[in-house]
Structures are given as structure tokens and as C-alpha cells.
């Protein structure tokens, strides 16, 4: 029973880190892009959503609302003011722009809301289940977190495979001067990209802050981008479906060996998974292999 609760309780980490992999997949599927700056943008929006909440009394659910509407805003800012201008250089430039926007980012929350730690109330239980005398390491937000995850994405998956807006954001990234010379309007899609990817990383801030008491401070989200990213490319860069598997594997894993090997090492763990995917599939386990022939 005691390696089934891990198992679950992993999963359920797990679908935390795939929330980040999901906004970091919808970036790179509409923009070609990786935001290395995504845990400052989602740090900040649920910096709003809990000063709502907290500071001015509003319920979880409008302070919830209000960081996926911020998201949106955030993202679609940083395109249009510091990612267009760089567009067609050397790809070294949007790294070097989204790390800068991270500190900026941390260093704003930290002069507005301090540096030291807030605590988020969920919405739901942190009570585990229990299922006649046996305990379950999982609890109704953690089942919301799971809905909400999926929920997105089913979404996601509807958006880029199923609608025409969808398959123009995946050419407007990977081929803009063809989709420009077809009608299709770049600059518009790009900046939806952007502002979709930081709304669902709002949604995934505002989740996993209330998993735990005193999560909430400016550098507390650094380590779960590293655990996002991670989950999005083990699971391949352009699969939502591959962003939930991999935030899963991420987080059986590390549970599991937290228990039986050491709490001490979860960095550590991270990095030998990630090495293990890039050296035996560097495209990711769901990644679609496209051959380009000349």
C-alpha cells in the first residue's frame, strides 16, 4: 500500500508540473520560443490572485479568474514590447530577453509584496481520502487540480490539431514568412500565443500555491519551472499529451526515490531523467518526428 500512495502521490505532483509543461508546450507550438521567464510570469499573477484573495477579501474564484485575465495581458505585453522587436535575429535573443524578464519580474513582486513567504488557501480540502481503513494520499483539491489539467489539455490538443486558428499559430511559429505570404496575420497569432501560454501558466501558479502552506514568495516558482520544463521535454516540446506523461513520469519518479533513496536529492533526480530522454530520444517520448526533404 505504501508504494501505491507514492505512486499516487507522485502523479498528483506530477499533474502540477505538467501544468507548467503546458504552457511552456503552447509557447513553443505558437511561437517557436521557449519563455524561460514563465515561472516569474506565473510567480506574478498568482501574486494578484492571492493579494485579492487575501489582502482585499475577494473568494478563490475571482482572484483565480483575475490571474488567468492578467496572464493573458502579461503575455501578450511581453510579446509586442520585448519579443517582437528581437524577431528574425539570433536565436540567443529571446533566451537572453526572457531570463532578464525573470529577474525583472522577481525583483517587482519582491519591491511590491516583499520577499518573504505568503500562504495561499485552496479552495478545497487538503484532507487525504480515505477508503475504509486505508489512507490515500490524495484530496479533493488535488482532484480539481487533476481536472483542471486535463481540462486544458483536451483544450489545447482541440486548439492545434482541430481549429483553423490552431494550424495557423503552428505556421505562423515554424514558417512566418510563408504563412504571411498566405494571408495569415503573424503578428496577431504570436502575441495570442504568448498571451494564451501565460494564462495557462497562471492557472498552474494559483494550483499548486495552494498545495502547500507558505509557497507563495518571489523565487519559490524557480524550481518548478526546472520540474516544468523537464515534464515538457520529456515529453516532447510540441505534445500536450506528451507535457502531461512526462510532468507524470517527473513526478513518480521523484517521489519514489525521495522515499526510498533520499528527500535530499531532488535536483539531482530531475537532471539524470532529463539526461536519460536526451540521450535515448532528444525529440521527446511523444515528439513527432517530421523528415524535411530537399
Not at 514568495?217 to 499529451?241: C, E, K, M, Q
Not at 513520469?249 to 517521489?255: E, N
Amino acid at each position: 500500500m505504501t508504494f501505491l500512495n507514492l505512486v499516487i502521490s507522485g502523479a498528483a505532483n506530477g499533474v502540477v508540473y505538467a501544468a507548467v509543461a503546458l504552457a511552456l508546450v503552447l509557447i513553443w507550438r505558437s511561437t517557436g520560443i521557449l519563455n524561460f521567464a514563465q515561472g516569474g510570469m506565473l510567480m506574478f499573477t498568482t501574486f494578484i490572485a492571492w493579494d485579492l484573495v487575501h489582502l482585499h477579501g475577494a473568494n478563490y474564484w475571482v482572484g483565480l479568474v483575475v490571474a488567468l485575465l492578467a496572464g493573458l495581458v502579461l503575455g501578450a505585453v511581453v510579446e509586442r514590447v520585448l519579443i517582437r522587436p528581437i524577431e528574425g535575429g539570433p536565436p540567443i535573443n529571446p533566451v537572453i530577453v526572457t531570463l532578464g524578464l525573470l529577474l525583472l519580474l522577481e525583483a517587482v513582486a519582491g519591491m511590491i509584496w516583499g520577499s518573504g513567504v505568503s500562504s495561499f488557501a485552496p479552495e478545497f480540502s487538503l484532507n487525504d481520502y480515505h477508503v475504509g481503513h486505508q489512507l490515500i494520499l490524495f484530496s479533493p483539491d488535488y482532484l480539481f487540480i487533476v481536472l483542471a489539467v486535463l481540462g486544458v489539455m483536451v483544450a489545447l490538443y482541440v486548439l492545434f490539431q482541430h481549429t483553423p486558428i490552431g494550424l495557423r499559430m503552428r505556421a505562423s511559429a515554424f514558417n512566418p514568412e510563408v504563412a504571411r505570404l498566405l494571408g495569415v496575420r503573424v503578428g496577431r497569432l504570436l502575441t495570442l500565443g504568448w498571451g494564451l501560454a501565460a494564462m495557462v501558466g497562471a492557472l498552474a501558479g494559483v494550483l499548486i500555491a495552494g498545495t502547500q502552506p507558505g509557497y507563495i514568495n518571489p523565487n519559490a516558482f524557480d524550481g518548478l519551472l526546472i520540474l516544468g520544463f523537464t515534464a515538457a521535454v520529456v515529453g516532447g516540446l510540441d505534445s500536450p499529451l506528451g507535457a502531461l506523461a512526462g510532468g507524470l513520469l517527473v513526478g513518480v519518479i521523484q517521489q519514489l526515490l525521495d522515499n526510498y533513496v533520499s528527500i535530499d536529492l531532488d535536483s539531482f533526480y530531475t537532471f539524470v531523467v532529463l539526461l536519460v530522454v536526451l540521450m535515448l530520444r532528444p525529440s521527446g517520448l511523444f515528439s513527432r518526428t517530421a523528415v524535411r526533404r530537399v
